[in-house]
């Protein structure tokens, strides 16, 4: 039989051509190893709860947490419950990762000169485990949970308006049925849960995609592009690959320790791409101890600590999670789509292999985590959005807050919505497609209420809007926009203050004659995104909700409240909500305050960066840290940080730079990806990813595409036999 051919072009990346489908995924199994072995390391520890094992008492918390909701039993439930096909898959994929590993187990990358044992052998359901373990947290738990606190701290109704009226929001697609009303019982829900949060102890991925129709094209063909925004760290989620068979060839971005490309990608006839959907796919129950049945006990190894012995159990709705399970008050169980029946992976070969937009759609029909937006384009000329994952629609109760453990609430007896029910859109008549994580549609099915902001959406509507023969070039313009849609109604406010100081004036004065666009080089994009933080700490020190908490310490994540914190305080300002707050009784009051904010802002602002505003820039404010989870556990690996760069965009700029009150203007997330997928030629698309291919620091390949991706440019994606014998720079063979 042939062997498996394995060429890297110039960027490291692994183009692979193999005899069948198995060789395929035994040689993307190898060069992810090769590419990414300790991040999948990390991400397999992560998910059995044994972080602490290697970085110490920094990773107990989060070890309680994936031990007690089961994610490696989930996966390993998943795993045997799949059909032989995608076991095969799996399978195959983990002979081609141990095959590395032993060819190279006396050179492994330098994260392992920090661990205190070797890597185990690569398990097929290792596949599952590290899949769930990076989406866990994408759903609403962390808001229900802040939502609780707030709840606890400021009442119903300033919970309520924190959150405003989603329902407000221009929705993506045109309905087909009858509105769904996305505050049905929330005053009566809110109120109710006042008395059963007191009860619990006092211990305290947004993206773009979007696609354009032959119509509106210079080729007649479609065009797909977007970005995926996570926090930035190192090494990079997502793993460009290329891998050709006789039943497929494929090439697009991948994740280390998962066959296929779940996401994003392009065969010969069809692209996908998704956004995360902002799924309400996760339920918190309050529960009385007494609840928890099947309880056992595990232990936390801690390095150079005494080990940590735990409390695993579940209530009849799900896993206990958070609370004290050996005392008299409330603690927390949880339920999320991915714990159960998990059928995700059965999608992942019959994707590969799809023809056209019907057939893709066709293929991902038991799609379970996470629920995405799905955005495809194929040869024909169709380009189509579809909602794919698990659905289960609950009582409209159970979207807020967590909720009494009971039968009321429970998912006893709920089914999913059908495939065929979930939102859908074929070839508008407006000629583009536009997802941002934004609100869906006015319709049902339910999908969620904690939507993103409609700024990222609407200005790539606009873009598009004046596009008429577009090419890949225009898509790259949209993915380097940096104008702000968020920004006006702000600045409006801030240009009506009457701050004391001149320094106080001259802010106000260049915010007055923005432009709204938050480039580098932005000195009024300084003082805006400044004033907009101090304004939601303000909110945080008058409802005393600064590091809220629930059930347990740490819980939610402080960086998930700070940033929810940010964008409630804004829907307070904006939506009049402020006038619950306390010591702002009516509109000279909130004048005065938000002068008296603007004036500490630029002091603060002239103390670090000097008395002339015209002077700042956001870049030197904006700095993107991409760090190495294990750097930021073991002092000793500190080398293994990457650089810091500054950066343009914000988190509602389609060029995206996410902030958030507790790390002041620090960039924490950003697109991991930009891409283009040209239909017309497929040579002709392209990518860039905020580090480059290889996850070993000083490979030559690990920092390749910095450059690149911080000017948003995207790099040539070769494709065809023959585009990728002009890049490339290495071939080696591997025996099957």
């Known amino acids: 039989m042939p ?67 089961g994610i490696q039993a989930a996966a390993q439930r998943d795993w045997e419950g799949l059909s032989s096909e995608a076991k095969a898959m799996t399978e195959a994929y983990a002979e081609g990762v141990n095959r590395w590993l032993d060819d190279n187990a006396a050179s492994l990358p330098a994260e392992f000169d920090h661990h205190p044992f070797a890597p185990a052998r690569w398990e097929a359901w290792h596949c599952n485990a590290v899949y769930k373990v990076r989406h866990v947290f994408m759903g609403t738990f962390m808001r229900k949970l802040w939502r609780g606190a707030v709840l606890r701290a400021a ?10 009226d989603p329902g407000t929001i221009t929705p993506m697609i045109p309905p087909t049925g009858p509105p769904i009303d996305l505050l049905e019982g929330a005053a009566a829900a809110l109120a109710a849960g006042v008395d059963d949060i007191a009860g619990i102890p006092d211990i305290d991925g947004a993206s773009n995609s979007w696609a354009v129709h032959g119509s509106r094209t210079a080729s007649g063909l479609p065009l797909l592009a977007g970005d995926p925004h996570r926090g930035i760290e190192f090494p990079n989620v997502y793993l460009q690959f290329h891998m050709a068979c006789d039943a497929f060839d494929v090439i697009g971005l991948s994740f280390p320790g998962v066959p296929g490309f779940a996401h994003f990608g392009h065969n010969a006839d069809v692209a996908w791409c998704i956004t995360h959907a902002m799924c309400d796919d996760t339920d918190v129950f309050m529960e009385s101890p007494s609840d928890i049945t099947e309880r056992s006990t595990e232990t936390i190894s801690v390095r150079n600590a005494d080990p940590v012995k735990i409390t695993i159990g579940r209530s009849p709705r ?10 008299n008050g409330t603690v927390l169980c949880t339920n999320w789509t991915g714990l159960a029946d998990d059928t995700t992976f059965e999608c992942l070969q019959p994707m590969l292999i799809a023809t056209d937009c019907d057939d893709f759609e066709e293929a991902v029909r038991h799609w379970v985590i996470p629920a995405n937006n799905l955005l495809t384009a194929d040869t024909s000329g169709n380009i189509s959005f579809k909602i794919r994952g698990r659905i289960i629609e609950r009582p409209p109760a159970n979207r807020w807050i967590p909720v009494p453990g009971n039968a ?4 006893d007896g709920l089914t999913e919505v059908p495939h065929d029910d979930l939102q859908h859109w074929r070839n508008p008549d407006r000629g583009f497609l536009v997802t941002a994580n934004n609100r869906v549609s ?7 209420l904690d939507f993103a902001g409609p700024s990222r959406h609407n200005r790539i509507v606009e873009l598009l809007s004046d596009l008429h023969r577009a090419t890949a070039v225009d898509m790259t313009r949209i993915h380097a926009d940096v104008r702000s849609l968020a920004a006006p109604p702000i600045c409006e406010i801030i240009a009506d203050l009457s701050p004391t100081t001149d320094l106080g004036r001259a802010a106000r004065d260049l ?8 480039t580098a080089d932005s000195a009024a994009a300084v003082v805006y995104a400044s ?38 305080g804004t829907t307070l300002l904006l939506r009049g909500g402020w006038r619950l707050l306390p010591g702002l009784d009516d509109e000279s009051a909130l004048h005065a305050t938000l002068s008296d904010l603007l004036d500490t802002v630029t002091a603060n602002l002239a103390a670090e960066r000097g008395h002339d505003p015209t002077a700042w820039r956001w ?5 993107m840290f991409s760090p190495h989870p294990l750097a930021l556990g073991i002092d000793a690996a500190a080398e293994l940080h990457p650089p810091v760069i500054g950066v343009a965009g914000d988190g509602e700029t389609v060029r995206a730079g996410g902030i958030a009150p507790m790390l002041g203007l620090q960039c924490y997330l950003s697109s991991c990806a930009r891409y283009v997928f040209d239909v017309a030629d497929w040579d002709n698309s392209g990518w860039v990813v905020p580090h480059g291919v290889s996850g070993v620091r000083g490979s030559g390949h690990d920092l390749d595409q910095r450059d690149a991706w911080a000017t948003c440019e995207v790099l040539p994606m070769a494709y065809s036999p023959t585009a990728v014998i002009d890049v490339a720079a290495s071939t080696t063979t591997l025996s099957i």
Request: include cysteine; glycine fraction near 8%; charged fraction near 25%.
């Open 318 to 327: 799900g896993p206990f999670v958070l609370g004290d399970i050996d005392g």
């Open 3 to 69: 062997d498996i051919i394995i060429t890297r072009d110039h960027l490291g990346i692994a183009h692979v051509t193999a005899p069948n489908e198995t060789a395929a995924f035994t040689a993307q199994g190898y060069c992810a190893a090769a590419d990414r072995f300790w991040q999948m390391e990390y991400d397999r520890l992560k998910a059995a709860g044994r972080w602490s094992e290697v970085v110490g008492v920094a990773g107990v918390r989060e070890d309680t947490f994936f031990r007690r909701i």
């Open 511 to 518: 915010v007055a004659s923005w432009d709204h666009e938050v």
């Open 408 to 411: 009321a609430h429970a998912w």
């Open 442 to 448: 006015d319709d049902g099915p339910y999908i969620s």
């Open 155 to 164: 009442g119903p109704e300033v919970t309520a308006a924190m959150k405003g």
């Open 531 to 568: 004033f907009r933080q101090a304004w939601a700490t303000d909110v945080e020190a008058r409802l005393g909700i600064h590091n809220a908490s629930l059930a347990a310490p740490g819980w939610p994540r402080s960086l998930d409240s700070s940033r929810m914190n940010f964008d409630a």
């Open 619 to 623: 870049d030197d404010q904006h700095l």
